[in-house]
């Protein structure tokens, strides 16, 4: 029996759903614990480009049971759209199961979303305006309405009034937009409910139950380790926990069913959304690494943000992860490049930093203290195992390795599911 977790190290697209889809096929069970539809994870099979934003990446896999846990806020309307793509495209998803417990995102959350980021102005955050931090107030003011609320017709017309009472107050007095009528919402809402009815129950007696039988458990986290809530840069952060403590709360699994937690670490580092980056390019190295790398949003398609690798990052994330193993992805992206660089730490105000800041006034103040590597050459495909890769690729990843702390257990030349070397067996 094995617990996994699979948590992005920086901030989210690290190439989680490639990582989960490669350890999916020797895991039993495959559950999200955390975010929504504000994901993205793109999973290539045999030329095919699977994009997935709430079922999880195991999916792919026929005959491994998938869960979308408590943790999870999930849009009704989205998750039906996203079963009929993954239908269309041939994938049987008989094996989903959802948690009763989970929040479900309402379209006065994806509205108050988008208006609270115009409200925002110059300080808006960049959400992805699906509604997430929304739902996650609601929940958190005890006023969300959870999966056996919806499937349990009175109980979600009482919710739902009681809802639409507070938040048309709210959407015509503060923003002065119109409010929501009950009648479409409720149609359509029973209607999403019954499709999704089959599928809903209690997800902590399955997750039990095979980690009791001895089953492995793969846990898939959404977002990375710098959008969580609490220890990500607030407030530019999603309103979830994507750090690997977020598996227990979200999947309602305890922390002894849990061996071990990957981090999955881009070569370099991407953002999307406002908030300080200390390593970003404005160059046209940042431009050939967002061309070469494909660095557009999966959810959003909005041009990412990118910029060298920063190890004061990852040795946060393996901090406040518990981070016992790292999958680097991406490595082939910065093939062709001359010198490839790491910041191992920051200058601020003529000190040396070496630990992330919580304060993002320093951060943003922060410039990055690099160490130069030579590069590889631009086409890395077509070696047989790891140990054929570029003496100076695999220089890169001892560096990442020492820099952390963490053993290397993946290394992702692309993104196709044999384009990869694995260097240890977690199932
Ligand atoms: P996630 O949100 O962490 O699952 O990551 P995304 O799917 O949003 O972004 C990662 C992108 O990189 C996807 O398009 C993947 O198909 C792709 N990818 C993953 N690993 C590799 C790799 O090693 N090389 C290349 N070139 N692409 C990769
Ligand atoms: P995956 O799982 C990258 C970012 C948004 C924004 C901030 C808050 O594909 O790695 P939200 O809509 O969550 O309230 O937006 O978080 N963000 C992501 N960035 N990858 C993601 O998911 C993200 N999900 C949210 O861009 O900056
Ligand atoms: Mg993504």
Request: aromatic fraction near 8%.
């Amino acid at each position: 029996m094995a617990g996994v977790v699979v948590v992005g190290a920086q901030w989210g697209d690290e190439g989680k759903g490639r990582i989960t889809d490669y350890l999916a096929r020797k895991a039993d069970v495959v559950v999200r614990y955390q975010g929504g539809n504000n994901a993205g994870h793109t999973v290539e099979v045999e030329s095919k480009r699977y994009k997935l934003h709430l079922v999880p990446s195991g999916i792919l896999h026929p005959g491994t049971a998938c869960i979308i846990g408590n943790g999870v806020v999930i849009d009704p309307l989205g998750l039906i759209e996203e079963l009929d793509y993954l239908h269309q495209s041939g994938i049987d998803t008989s094996a989903l199961r959802i948690s009763d417990r989970a929040h479900i995102i309402m379209p006065y959350h994806v509205l108050l979303d988008d208006l609270a980021e115009k409200r925002k102005g110059a300080y808006e955050l960049g959400t992805t305006r699906r509604g997430i931090g929304p739902a996650y107030i609601d929940k958190a003011e005890r006023m969300g309405i959870r999966m056996c609320d919806l499937m349990d017709p009175q109980l979600f017309e009482e919710k739902l009034e009681q809802n639409l009472e507070a938040k048309n107050y709210l959407l015509e007095k503060v923003y002065g937009v119109k409010g929501f009528e009950k009648e479409p919402l409720l149609e359509s809402y029973l209607k999403a409910a019954e499709k999704i009815k089959p599928m809903v129950c209690d997800t902590t007696v399955i997750i039990y139950e095979a980690a009791r039988a001895g089953k492995n458990i793969l846990y898939e986290g959404a977002q990375g380790t710098l959008l969580d809530v609490d220890l990500g840069t607030y407030p530019y952060v999603t309103s979830s926990h994507p750090i690997a403590g977020g598996v227990c709360i979200g999947a309602g699994v305890g922390p002894t069913l849990i061996d071990s937690v990957v981090g999955v670490v881009k070569a370099y580092t991407t953002r999307v959304g406002k908030g300080p980056f200390p390593t970003e390019l404005f160059d046209s190295i940042g431009d050939y690494i967002r061309e070469k790398g494909y660095e557009y949003g999966t959810t959003t398609g909005r041009p990412r943000r990118c910029g060298w690798l920063d190890a004061v990052i990852l040795r946060f994330a393996v901090r406040v992860n518990g981070l016992s193993h790292i999958a680097i992805t991406k490595l082939d992206t910065l093939g062709g490049l001359e010198k490839i660089k790491i910041c191992t730490a920051y200058e601020y105000r003529g000190q040396i930093l070496k630990e992330f800041p919580a304060s993002l006034n320093v951060l943003a103040e922060c410039t990055p203290v690099y160490e130069e590597f030579p590069g590889w050459p631009e086409d890395i495909s077509g070696a047989d195992s790891y140990d054929e890769l570029p003496e100076s690729l695999r220089n890169y990843v001892q560096r990442i390795r020492e820099l952390t702390g963490a053993e290397i257990s993946f290394v992702s030349v692309g993104p196709a599911r044999e384009q990869g070397y694995e260097l240890v067996k977690l199932f």
